[in-house]
Structure formats: structure tokens, C-alpha cells
């Protein structure tokens, strides 16, 4: 079920008569009466109550549990918050202030002084490993897993640990890597943050210019293997005389701003391509496109993918409601005429990663 502006209107409409009757609630019994009234109105998100040392208030976080295609939900609940004397209202969960924590379940506990942490990239994103320095109760390993997972969401944020992190796996003394770095999860954040910006040279600025470009040449619908690499015959024995051919342009300048929480929707300007003249007048296009996004900062050219007689430009925007008001009068000359636009959100850049992990 699409939660509407309606129904986020209903439940503040609501929440704003109810909550007064909270008061001398528990802030476990508050929580829980608050988000049974956001259920009835929204669906898959959460409210969280936080506070800050030494700021009045209370943090009210709309939390998409770390859902990816919840996350515009998420902002759109806290972006349409009225004023609230005791709250202020954000949108996902953020990095605790106090990351030397424990948690307790089920009569075990641990700290996140006990979960050690090694960083490896991932085709863009964040690899960690994981391992427990505690001792884990016989049958109990994969709750004890569960409970790093939850200290890992509160350390690194909802956001950082949905869209930048990519594989998690837990090893343990036999099998750990002994060569790799690792640190206490109480002490990952600037950790973390060293490996972003130094190791996967996520500065966050727009590269100036028309930046650096690579290219690759690929078989599109054909086998391949574990490593991308076309093989000469599936299981069954095709020979792969239906493998497509394509290539794809790629802005290597443009990791720079990768996941930028700012630049979490994939734009698509998709054109014809049947001849040479056609191919030409689709890549001025995209270019000038590229041109009138990057120069306010609205967005960035990532890639452009020529296959199966279309030529594809993939941009990553802040505003797509602006970016397309932006191209507007571009999109409208004669040689857009085949245009199709295609717009998604893609915090991640899964759809920049599926190319330029090749050249990482």
C-alpha cells in the first residue's frame, strides 16, 4: 500500500491531538503508542525518540529501518512535521554520540568494544568484517550476530550503514584476516570516515571540468563468470551467438561524489541512435544536458551506455523536479524526438557501480 500526502497529513493531524495525552507515558510505552497511531497512516516506517546531551528537547526520528526504498518516505514524514514544542523532527536514524555502548538481550550482553572491524571496498561500497572478542554462549552465535548488527546500524547511522556499507560478513580468531587493520566498532566512525574520503576518494565535491573518462567495451546477454568475464558456453551449451554487443563511457571524476545523500536519484535521458549523424547529435545532447546540471551543482554526468541502437546518459541529481525544469527546453528540440526519460532512486549508485567497479 503508497502512503499519500494525505494520509502523511492525517497522521500529524493525529499525532498532534494524541500526543498531548502521552505525556506521563513511558518513553517505551510513548514510542510504542506513537508508532501503532503512525501504522494506521503510514506504513514501514518508525518513530524514535533520542536525546542530546546538553540540548533541550527531544530528537523525534522517523526511521525507515534501514529500507532503502523507504528512505524518500522517510524524509517526506519528517519534511511535513508542523511545529512541535517538545520535538525536533528528522528522518533516519543518526550516529550515536556515544558509540561505546552495550546491548543486552535475552540475559547475554555485550559492548561494541567487543566487536572488532575490518574495512575492505566492495565494487564502490564498504565491505566489513566482523569479529566478536566476547565469549558467546554455545547456540547463541547468531543472536550475538544480531545484536552486532543493531550496534553497527547505532554506530555508523541508518544511512551509512544502509547505502555505504555493502557486504557484512563475521569471522572469528581461526579465520580473520590477520594482515587487515582492525578496530573496535566504539572507535569505527572516523574510522570509517578516513577510509570514505582517503581510500575510496569520496571528497564530495564536484569535480571541475569535463573530468576524467574510461571506456569498456561489452557483451551484454551473454555467460560470464564470477569476475564479469564472458566464458564461451553457458551450462547448457549456447555458444553465445546471441550476445549483445555495447559500450559504455564511464566519468571516473564522478566517484568523487558517490553517494552523496544529496545526489540519490538516477536520472536516464535515453535516445535513438540509428545512424552515425543520430549518434553525434544524441552525445551533443547529453553533453549539453551534462552541462546545464553540473554548473549549478543540480547534478553530475556518470556514464553513457550505447546498446542495441539507443545511447543512454545516466546523471545523478539532487532535485529531480528542477532537473528535468532545468533540461526542459533542451529536451524539446527536434533530435530529443526519441527521448525517453526514466528517473529512480538509487542512494547507492548501483547503477554507476555496475560499470565502474570494473576499473576500481
Known amino acids: 500500500m503508497t502512503s499519500t500526502a494525505a494520509d502523511i497529513t492525517a497522521f500529524w493531524t493525529a499525532f498532534a491531538a494524541q500526543e498531548p495525552g502521552w505525556l506521563d507515558l513511558s518513553p517505551g510505552d510513548w514510542v510504542e503508542q506513537a508508532n501503532a497511531l503512525l501504522e494506521t497512516h503510514v506504513q514501514g516506517l518508525g518513530l524514535e525518540l533520542q536525546t542530546q546531551p546538553g540540548q533541550g528537547g527531544v530528537d523525534l526520528i522517523v526511521t525507515a529501518h534501514g529500507s532503502v526504498d523507504q528512505f524518500p518516505l522517510a524524509a517526506q514524514l519528517a519534511a511535513a512535521a508542523p511545529q512541535l514544542p517538545t520535538y525536533r523532527v528528522s528522518a533516519l536514524r543518526p550516529r550515536s554520540t556515544e558509540p561505546d555502548f552495550p546491548l543486552g538481550m535475552e540475559g547475554f550482553e ?44 547505532h554506530v555508523l547511522g541508518e544511512y551509512d550503514f544502509a547505502v555505504k556499507v555493502g557486504a557484512v560478513d563475521f569471522v572469528d580468531e581461526a579465520t580473520h584476516d590477520r594482515d587487515a587493520t582492525w578496530t573496535p566498532l566504539a572507535d569505527l566512525p572516523p574510522v570509517f570516515d578516513a577510509y570514505w574520503l582517503h581510500t575510496l576518494g569520496r571528497t564530495g565535491l564536484f569535480p571541475q571540468g569535463d573530468g576524467a573518462w574510461d571506456g569498456l567495451e561489452l557483451q551484454f546477454d551473454c555467460a560470464v563468470d564470477d569476475d564479469g568475464n564472458t566464458v564461451e558456453e553457458d551450462e547448457e551449451g549456447d555458444d553465445g551467438e546471441g550476445a549483445e554487443p555495447g559500450a559504455v563511457m564511464i566519468n571516473t571524476s564522478a566517484n568523487a561524489v558517490a553517494m552523496r545523500a544529496d545526489l ?33 551543482q543540480l547534478g553530475i554526468l556518470v556514464l553513457t551506455l550505447v546498446r542495441a541502437g539507443r545511447r543512454q546518459a545516466l546523471y545523478y541529481v539532487s532535485d529531480e523536479k528542477l532537473a528535468r525544469q532545468t533540461l526542459a527546453p533542451l529536451l524539446l528540440r527536434e533530435e530529443a524526438e526519441s527521448l525517453e526519460v526514466k528517473s529512480r532512486h538509487d542512494p547507492a549508485w548501483a547503477g554507476y557501480f555496475e560499470y565502474a567497479a570494473y576499473l576500481m
Request: aromatic residues 2%; contains cysteine; charged residues 15%.
Open 264 to 296: 540519490a536519484c538516477a536520472l536516464t535521458l535515453d535516445l535513438a541512435v540509428p545512424d552515425a549523424a543520430a549518434l553525434a547529435a544524441a552525445q551533443a545532447l547529453h553533453e549539453q544536458a551534462a552541462t546545464l546540471l553540473q554548473v549549478p
Open 110 to 153: 555485550m559492548s561494541t568494544t567487543d566487536v572488532l572491524v575490518a574495512l575492505q571496498n566492495d565494487g564502490g561500497q564498504v565491505a566489513l568484517e566482523l569479529r566478536l572478542t566476547c565469549a558467546v554462549p554455545a547456540g547463541f552465535e547468531e543472536h550475538a550476530q544480531h545484536m552486532a548488527f543493531i550496534m553497527v546500524d
